[in-house]
Structures are given as structure tokens and as C-alpha cells.
């Protein structure tokens, strides 16, 4: 059982400040939990409560520790936590770069992020360049919404007129060329904006790029930063 030092700690995961500070982040629920056991991602501990193992104690192979529904409370992060989680240290992916990658300016949202990142895990992209004023990829809400797909995809945060440097760059933008009618790239960078205001003008400015469009029909303004991602990958990566 972890000391109260350690649970003080662990508690003190919801900041991001305090996330760097020690490395550490938190994952929850038995499936990504699962999944991370089984992944060669660094592991300090796994904790449950007593009423979790009496439920689903014939689904865990793997060690744990025990602790009271309080204190599972106090630790999670979840309004309605399924009192199991894991403590996880930062660790980035080892696989190459895929010949797609995705970046994103100012995602805000975590559950736009964690989306993102399951949508690059399923059309085989491992790479997320993502700007700094980018909600953080250790947030528990992106890792809840990632349902796993974070021991997949590498997500670097940096300025991404340096990231993006040399790269060939898909903007997207409301004056694009239509990705319905233009000749599919084999790789390049898919770029994103945020959810309200799009891509920063300061960013396009600062790296070589191509606009790209979604067509349509309707009048909203624009599409959810998550489904645009789904709708390139789907026009643009998928073979």
C-alpha cells in the first residue's frame, strides 16, 4: 500500500505543473490500464479499491496496490472514476516516423486532443506535433479520451515553425484547394487549428505551406477540430 506521502503526490497529478515536476501522470479505467501493462510504457504503480477487485479481480493480471474508495476519490481525476488507475511516467514512443504526421495549433479542448490522437492511431500515424499553447498531452481527460491510443503515438510540443521546418505542410484552411478534387499526397503534415479561430496567422507566416479545404454544403462556420482531423486522414492518408 502506498504511504500517504505518495498519495499526496499522486494527488497532485491533476496539475500539470506538478506533472513535470515529478514525470508522472495518471491513467485510468481497467481497459487503458490494461493496455498499458501489456505495452512497454514505465509503470510506478497501479491502484484499486476493494470493491473494484471484487468486481473485476478475475480480469487483472498484474500488480497492484490497494486503497480505500476515499482515497481512490481524492486521486482520481474522473467524475465518476471506475476505481482503478495507474501512476505512469513519461516516456515517448520508439517507433519511426510514419510518412503522415498531424499538427496542431491551440487544441484547447482535452477531449479534442485525446480524439485526435485515437483518430492518428487508427489511419497508422504516430506523430503529433503539437504548439505550445496546446491543451497537454498528460492531461488525464486526453489520456482518458485516447482509449489507449497514447502508447501508440508520439506527441512532441514545440514551436511548430520549427517542428514543421522542411516539412510538406497541409493547412487547413476555408480557402484551400478541396481535398474531394486534388491529387492525394503520399506523406506530409496534416495541420489543425483551434477549435474557434482555426490556425494562428502568425504560424502560417512562419512555415511553408499548402492550404487545403473541406467543402460544404451547409452554413456553420466550421467543423469540430477532431472531425476535420477524421475527414482529412479518411480523404488524404487512408489507402
Same mark, same amino acid.
Given at each position: 500500500?502506498?504511504?500517504?506521502?505518495?498519495l499526496k503526490?499522486?494527488?497532485q497529478?491533476?496539475?500539470?505543473k506538478?506533472?513535470?515536476?515529478?514525470?508522472?501522470?495518471v /491513467?485510468?479505467?481497467?481497459? @487503458? *490500464?490494461?493496455?498499458l501493462?501489456?505495452?512497454?510504457w514505465? *509503470?510506478?504503480?497501479i491502484?484499486?479499491?476493494?470493491?473494484?477487485?471484487e468486481?473485476y479481480?478475475?480480469?487483472? %493480471?498484474?500488480?497492484?496496490d490497494?486503497?480505500s474508495s476515499?482515497?481512490?476519490?481524492?486521486?482520481?481525476h &474522473?467524475?465518476?472514476?471506475?476505481?482503478i488507475?495507474a501512476i505512469?511516467?513519461?516516456?515517448?514512443?520508439?517507433?519511426?516516423?510514419?510518412?503522415?504526421?498531424?499538427?496542431? %495549433?491551440?487544441?484547447?479542448d482535452?477531449? $479534442?486532443?485525446?480524439t485526435?490522437i485515437?483518430?492518428?492511431?487508427?489511419?497508422?500515424? $504516430?506523430t503529433?506535433?503539437? @504548439?505550445q $499553447?496546446? /491543451?497537454d498531452?498528460?492531461?488525464?481527460k /486526453?489520456?482518458?479520451?485516447?482509449?489507449? @491510443?497514447?502508447?501508440r503515438?508520439? /506527441?512532441?510540443? =514545440? %514551436? &511548430?515553425s520549427?517542428?514543421l521546418?522542411?516539412?510538406?505542410?497541409?493547412?487547413t484552411?476555408?480557402?484551400?484547394?478541396s481535398?474531394?478534387?486534388?491529387d492525394?499526397p503520399?506523406?506530409? *503534415?496534416?495541420?489543425?487549428? $483551434?477549435?474557434a479561430n482555426?490556425?494562428?496567422?502568425?504560424?502560417?507566416k #512562419?512555415?511553408?505551406?499548402?492550404a487545403i479545404?473541406?467543402? =460544404?454544403n451547409g452554413h456553420?462556420? @466550421?467543423?469540430?477540430?477532431?472531425?476535420a482531423?477524421?475527414?482529412?486522414?479518411?480523404?488524404?492518408? #487512408?489507402?
Amino acid at each position: 500500500m502506498p504511504s500517504k506521502a505518495k498519495l499526496k503526490l499522486y494527488q497532485q497529478l491533476s496539475s500539470k505543473k506538478f506533472r513535470q515536476k515529478y514525470g508522472l501522470f495518471v /491513467v485510468e479505467g481497467l481497459k @487503458s *490500464v490494461n493496455e498499458l501493462t501489456h505495452s512497454s510504457w514505465p *509503470v510506478e504503480t497501479i491502484l484499486c479499491t476493494p470493491t473494484f477487485l471484487e468486481r473485476y479481480g478475475d480480469q487483472i %493480471d498484474f500488480t497492484f496496490d490497494l486503497i480505500s474508495s476515499e482515497e481512490f476519490a481524492a486521486t482520481s481525476h &474522473l467524475t465518476n472514476p471506475q476505481e482503478i488507475l495507474a501512476i505512469a511516467k513519461f516516456h515517448d514512443t520508439q517507433a519511426p516516423t510514419s510518412p503522415w504526421q498531424i499538427a496542431l %495549433d491551440g487544441i484547447n479542448d482535452p477531449g $479534442n486532443l485525446g480524439t485526435i490522437i485515437r483518430i492518428a492511431d487508427w489511419y497508422g500515424i $504516430n506523430t503529433i506535433y503539437c @504548439s505550445q $499553447n496546446t /491543451v497537454d498531452f498528460y492531461n488525464s481527460k /486526453v489520456i482518458q479520451s485516447t482509449m489507449g @491510443s497514447f502508447l501508440r503515438v508520439n /506527441v512532441i510540443e =514545440g %514551436d &511548430l515553425s520549427q517542428l514543421l521546418e522542411g516539412k510538406d505542410v497541409f493547412a487547413t484552411l476555408l480557402n484551400g484547394k478541396s481535398i474531394r478534387t486534388m491529387d492525394r499526397p503520399t506523406h506530409g *503534415v496534416l495541420l489543425i487549428g $483551434n477549435e474557434a479561430n482555426g490556425i494562428e496567422a502568425a504560424t502560417l507566416k #512562419a512555415i511553408e505551406h499548402t492550404a487545403i479545404t473541406i467543402p =460544404g454544403n451547409g452554413h456553420t462556420e @466550421s467543423l469540430n477540430a477532431a472531425m476535420a482531423t477524421a475527414i482529412c486522414c479518411e480523404r488524404l492518408v #487512408a489507402e
